[in-house]
């Protein structure tokens, strides 16, 4: 269940950042276009002023203006191509994430699997009754016998009897050695 929140999560989290990274691109777009259509007549102004014999201070600072807002706007389309590749870039190490959590995921979600059908398997070579298994099930998921009398509605005492049983069938000696010992083949199998 939590895989499936996580990748959603993700996939919701994705397309949120496509759509800001969008609308972020085209805001600068736009500025980007207002201050190319301000060089560009501003450029036809300097041109303008420099047939109408203006005095030269004027032209000089008008040429400055012309020079810093064509630097402004070749800054500002340099800077959104940088960053609309680093998102691209981003987006697409998200997907990777994504699609390596997914694999992870179905790989866990099988090898729980197999790992409940050992249990199981283990449990049916021990000759424990069903309702024997079920109590195994819960000592191995860590609940306490007065947890698992209520999970099963049962009497504690009953709950008690039936996990000496287990024990007894299975030559443990308690609810640690029934966990370390499926553990201790879990941890071997993966080891070696």
């Not at 070749?74 to 697409?92: E, F, G, W």
Request: charged residues 20%; proline residues 2%.
């Amino acid at each position: 269940m939590p895989e499936k929140r996580m990748g959603h999560m993700s996939q919701e989290h994705l397309k949120g950042l496509k759509r800001f990274d969008f609308q972020r691109v085209m805001k600068d777009l736009l500025i980007a276009i207002l201050l190319a259509a301000i060089v560009a007549l501003k450029f036809v102004d300097v041109i303008a002023d420099m047939g109408m014999q203006l005095p030269l201070m004027h032209l000089v600072q008008e040429w400055v203006l012309l020079g810093l807002s064509a630097f402004g706007c070749v800054y500002l389309i340099i800077d959104i191509r940088r960053r609309t590749s680093a998102m691209q870039h981003l987006n697409h190490n998200l997907t990777l994430s994504d699609a390596k959590l997914a694999s992870l995921s179905t790989e866990l979600r099988e090898a729980r699997h197999a790992y409940s059908s050992t249990i199981q398997e283990q449990f049916l070579a021990w000759g424990l009754t069903p309702s024997e298994q079920q109590v195994a099930l819960l000592l191995l998921k860590g609940l306490s016998l007065q947890e698992i009398a209520s999970v099963r509605e049962t009497r504690e005492k009953t709950v008690r009897q039936q996990a000496s049983n287990i024990y007894g069938k299975a030559g443990l000696e308690g609810r640690h050695a029934l966990a370390a010992w499926f553990l201790e083949d879990f941890v071997t199998d993966s080891a070696a």
